[in-house]
């Protein structure tokens, strides 16, 4: 049965920090790449930050570029986001992914992040 659990998510206010994680299950999680993203009532799910399956490549949404870092401990089957100096704007639910090279997706069920005072 394969798994992926969100967690980490919560309340913090402006300029504080967050440490996401996604423990997966029930796949070759080193085979797939990972990534999050986040999505707001209404809106688009975009992608946040991506990893490849080594852990060789990143990516970021721009405006998260330079607050963010995605990481990965195979051995753990776990992906993490960092995240800092976060903003208002940040407040989503945010889900992390996994995707194989032959098309094989997967997601967690997201955990919702709100930036406030």
């Known amino acids: 049965q394969v798994q992926l659990v969100e967690s980490g998510g919560g309340l913090v206010q402006p300029g504080g920090s967050l440490r996401l994680s996604c423990a997966a299950s029930?796949?070759?999680?080193?085979?797939?790449?990972m990534s999050w993203y986040r999505q707001v009532l209404g809106k688009e799910r975009e992608l946040v930050a991506a990893?490849?399956?080594?852990?060789?490549?990143?990516n970021y949404l721009d405006s998260m570029k330079g607050r963010s870092t995605i990481s990965r401990d195979n051995a753990k089957k776990t992906v993490y986001l960092q995240m800092n100096s976060l903003k208002p704007e940040d407040t989503a639910v945010y889900f992390c992914?996994?995707?194989?090279?032959?098309?094989?997706?997967?997601w967690g069920q997201g955990t919702q992040v709100t930036v406030s005072s």
């Open positions: 990893i490849t399956s080594a852990g060789g490549t990143t």
């Open positions: 029930g796949f070759t999680f080193s085979r797939y790449a």
């Open positions: 992914k996994a995707a194989s090279n032959w098309g094989t997706n997967y």
